[in-house]
């Protein structure tokens, strides 16, 4: 199995707002970003309870050699820091991608209650796609999802990448 993504792009959330719109910008900003690095081009950004951005990720595996330089886990921890805490109640994660199996657990540890997403990975999403982390009965802690939303921009970002 190579790294290249299925990414699939569908109808974006009847539950968006243009705020989801807005941070999805902004993490589309960090996805091109991580370009310059040679990672693959995935932003991220945390949205605190008052809207402010409180975190910002872009993928730094390769950067930092580091296999948990995923953008998700970069923003949760930078929100983490400048909230003071782990639990990250009343923030939103916006992310270019469907979030990984890492990633997925990542939101549930941090409490996160919103996750919003561009493209769907079917290769390796963990949010709806091969796998439904996020929404298992199981979980002590299941966020909103709301999926779509700049998919095609955001799928475009890595089918370049990786032709």
């Known amino acids: ?3 290249t993504p299925d990414v699939v792009v569908g109808p974006a959330s009847p ?3 243009t705020a989801d719109r807005a941070a999805m910008d902004l993490a589309l900003a960090e996805a091109r970003a991580a370009l310059a690095t ?3 081009p995935v932003g991220a950004v945390v949205l605190g309870p008052d809207g402010a951005v409180v975190g910002r990720g872009r993928n730094v595996r390769e950067a930092v050699a580091d296999p948990t330089g995923h953008a998700e886990v970069v923003a949760l921890r930078q ?3 400048a909230l003071g805490r782990w639990r990250l109640d009343g923030c939103t994660l916006v992310v270019t991608l469907e979030p990984c199996l890492m990633c997925a657990g990542a939101v549930l540890q941090a409490r996160v209650p919103r996750l919003v997403f561009g493209a769907w990975d079917e290769k390796a999403g963990a949010c709806g796609s091969q796998w439904d982390v996020v929404r298992d009965r199981r979980a002590l802690h299941r966020p909103e999802v709301v999926a779509g939303i700049a998919a095609a921009e955001a799928a475009e970002l890595l089918r370049t990448f990786f032709r």
């Open 38 to 40: 040679a990672d693959v």
């Open 79 to 81: 929100a983490a820091a």
């Open 1 to 3: 199995m190579d790294g």
């Open 15 to 17: 539950y968006a707002t």
